[in-house]
């Protein structure tokens, strides 16, 4: 790693002034590079719809725990026409142990049908048309966008929101208003990239509970001193 990754703790400073939020945003994507170069998506697919699939059965479920379940749905049906096919129950009971798994069975057949019905079985590549589909928010279809289409978008989850806080990259008072943060401060073109290494770096050096800012490789710097002193664990008593 670049040894410019590391650095004083507490807000960073170009000689008598502290780090912008871009220059901070700079350094992070060159760290993110350096360790993700190619990040890839960690839920399988084959195409556009696979990928819908796939990320909507990955709300309040493990992306491994997805990855297990889609290879059986998607040898039952891999189209919207063969999912619209099958019954609820018999959705439901492949992707039991996702979670939510009623709902999740409802939103999927509903949603194939309507890609059937009005869109000629192909997923839509608006987000308008996407955001009108069954269990389909803002972050699913922003991650069909770019990682399907290969369009503009930023999707946030609460993972990314949280460490977005962390290092100081926005307010973090919602995630609407973290991802029109990070789309000021990182270009559009990383934009797909950025999300996928913010997602890699969280589960492998940032994670929500029991962390050391002070060894991390970007919030060691890139957090305030309130923020460390507020997220270090407790002193054991002596």
Not at 27 to 39: A, E, K, V
Not at 94 to 111: Q, W, Y
Request: hydrophobic share 35%.
């Amino acid at each position: 790693m670049n040894e410019n990754h590391s650095g004083t703790h507490g807000a960073v400073r170009y000689g008598e002034r502290a780090m912008t939020r871009a220059e901070k945003a700079a350094r992070i994507r060159q760290i993110l590079d350096d360790l993700y170069p190619q990040p890839p998506l960690p839920l399988r697919h084959q195409d556009p719809y696979t990928l819908l699939i796939a990320v909507l059965l990955s709300a309040q479920c493990t992306d491994e725990r997805v990855n297990r379940v889609t290879p059986e749905l998607f040898s039952l049906a891999r189209k919207p026409e063969e999912m619209a096919r099958l019954s609820v129950a018999r959705i439901r009971g492949v992707i039991r142990s996702c979670g939510l798994a009623e709902t999740k069975a409802k939103a999927i057949r509903r949603l194939s049908q309507i890609l059937v019905e009005e869109h000629g079985g192909q997923v839509p590549n608006s987000f308008e048309d996407l955001e009108a589909l069954p269990g389909v928010g803002h972050k699913t279809a922003s991650v069909v966008m770019v990682q399907g289409f290969g369009q503009s978008a930023f999707p946030v989850d609460t993972h990314i929101h949280r460490l977005a806080a962390r290092w100081g990259l926005s307010p973090g008072t919602n995630v609407e208003r973290t991802e029109r943060d990070l789309k000021r401060l990182f270009p559009s073109e990383s934009w797909g990239a950025v999300h996928l290494q913010i997602i890699y770096f969280g589960r492998e050096h940032c994670p929500a509970r029991g962390h050391d800012l002070t060894g991390c490789p970007i919030c060691s710097w890139a957090a305030s001193r309130k923020r460390i002193r507020e997220e270090s664990p407790p002193r054991p008593r002596r």
